[in-house]
């Protein structure tokens, strides 16, 4: 046949499509080119929601944070204690700092669980003394009562800080500062008594005896009486408050000092 003959021209035509198509099947991919997207894609959502979980987790430990109150001075030892805080509530309390040595690790193996125990219950320093372990208790108090203010301020200036990038919001007022004022010391027959208050405003959001008699029978009578007058001034606001039974000289030099110490604050 000869080679320009249509019928052979057909054969070899024929015969290049068969071979293309036999190609094209053998050059298809074994997968289904959706199918590989849809999984390429799977993986990055997967990596998101384990991100957004990784975030969260960190959001929540971010929330909690530990306050070092003030070490105080007590006749036996320093106290100093320590809070763990999670949304302004008191979730640890450790003292961290005790007096020790002969009958005062006894005492404050004694009292210091308990002072925890009752800081966490009540979230303040208003809590009672341990008996027979006085004067750590009162130290126990007064460095509760710094790690408290010590959380109120920081408490405060984050939450000044997330409140400023409100857009159109109007200006907020600045939060009255903390102030400490002390008032004149007053002699008493049985020793001077002085008292330092912290305000806000005119507001008493602490009081504190930092001079009261003491030695002999004076020691007992400052113990029962000055947590007494200091709660009150707290809740007075004033000097009006009333003396304490059996501690009438201290009570009455505690009055004169708290006024002395309102008229410096112009309260």
């Given at each position: ?7 052979r ?39 998101g ?5 990784a ?10 944070g530990s306050?070092?109150?003030d ?12 809070l ?36 966490v ?8 003394s ?15 009562q710094s ?25 907020a ?32 959001t ?9 030695g ?6 400052t ?35 708290l ?9």
């Amino acid at each position: 046949m000869k080679k320009n003959h249509p019928i052979r021209r057909f054969m070899l035509a024929s015969a290049a499509t068969v071979s293309g198509i036999v190609l094209l099947l053998a050059l298809k991919p074994a997968s289904d080119p959706a199918a590989a997207s849809a999984q390429a894609g799977a993986a990055p959502q997967q990596t998101g929601a384990a991100q957004g979980a990784a975030q969260g987790g960190a959001a929540e430990q971010a929330g909690a944070g530990s306050v070092l109150g003030d070490v105080v001075r007590t006749e036996y030892g320093p106290v100093q204690v320590r809070l763990t805080m999670s949304g302004g509530k008191i979730t640890k309390a450790d003292a961290v700092q005790a007096p020790s040595g002969g009958t005062s690790t006894q005492k404050t193996e004694l009292a210091v669980p308990k002072l925890n125990q009752e800081a966490v219950a009540a979230g303040s320093a208003q809590i009672d003394s341990v008996s027979g372990a006085t004067y750590t208790s009162e130290g126990y108090k007064k460095s509760l009562q710094s790690a408290l203010d010590k959380a109120k301020t920081a408490g405060g200036a984050s939450g000044t800080s997330g409140s400023s990038g409100s857009a159109g919001a109007s200006p907020a007022a600045p939060a009255a500062q903390a102030r400490v004022v002390t008032g004149a010391a007053t002699n008493t027959q049985y020793g001077p008594v002085q008292v330092r208050l912290t305000l806000e405003g005119k507001k008493i959001t602490k009081a504190e005896a930092v001079q009261a008699p003491s030695g002999g029978t004076s020691t007992q009578k400052t113990e029962l009486a000055v947590p007494k007058l200091n709660q009150e001034a707290v809740a007075a606001g004033n000097a009006q408050i009333d003396s304490v039974s059996g501690a009438t000289y201290t009570s009455e030099g505690y009055k004169k000092s708290l006024q002395s110490a309102l008229d410096k604050a112009g309260v």
